[in-house]
């Protein structure tokens, strides 16, 4: 049985993260720091979804995919400059249902997909 849950979402640029995969991300807007910081004081959950454009700058929720991956971050890094790396580990498919807010950083509501292999269709 899938389930909802609202977590912080980090829109990516350039490249995808897929359940079970370990990566390191570099951060460095401040919409995503934010997403990330608020991670850290809750489950240490967010949501991966790649950005449309990756041009865009401060993207908009319809810039957004609706299909990305929850992730645990594992590692966090503060680097010269005001910028982050993160060590994520992806856990688990999943689809955005809505977005909550956008300010500090986008918040959403995702449902988490079932265990094993199984469809999920973008509306």
Known sequence: MSKERELPLLPL?????FPYMVIHLDVGRERSMAAIEQAMMDERLIVLSAQKETEIDSPNPDDIHTIGTL????????LPGGTMRILVEG???G?????ITDEPYFKVRVEEAEE???EITPE
């Not at 640029?13 to 993260?17: D, E, F, S």
């Not at 992730?71 to 503060?78: D, F, G, N, S, V």
């Open 91 to 93: 856990k688990n498919r």
């Open 71 to 78: 992730a645990e971050i594992k590692q966090l890094l503060k």
């Open 13 to 17: 640029r350039g490249i995808l993260v």
């Open 116 to 118: 094993g292999v199984q």
């Open 95 to 99: 689809k955005i249902l809505e977005f």
